[in-house]
């Protein structure tokens, strides 16, 4: 069965998710500088079979688009470019950056550990993706 894979782009990194071949776990795959996210994905997508990808979807807290939604915007016009084939789910990522840091204190991480900005990315990645598979249900 194909995986679903997520996507939190930002302007620097950019946190990639990725589920079981059952779909039913997320888990984070990595964290990559956002202008080599597309030869990245180029490359995993020759390894692993991919039937959705979820882009996260900034907003501000009265659902209006935040201000790094046309960056997101311009990197999923690319993405539709550079892989046709490949559907595109747009999904809310309101507070799942909050999330990841509460999961990493939670999780017992360092002070030192929780400032890794991208472990931040690959685990709001992971929440986002985790969120989409127990709604999809």
Known sequence: MPRIL?????????GIAVTDEMQMIAFGLTTTPSDTVISFLKDYFTKEKVTLVLVGEPK???????????????????FHTTFPAIPVERVDERFTSKMAFQTMIDSGLT???????????????????????????
Do not use: W
């Open 111 to 137: 002070k030192k550990q929780r400032q890794n900005k991208a472990l931040v990315d690959e685990i709001a990645a992971t929440i986002m993706l985790q969120d989409y598979l127990h709604y999809k249900k």
């Open 6 to 14: 997520a996507i939190d782009y930002g302007i620097k990194r950019t």
């Open 60 to 78: 501000q807290m009265d659902g209006t688009p935040s201000q790094s939604a046309e960056i997101i915007n311009a990197f999923v016009a690319l």
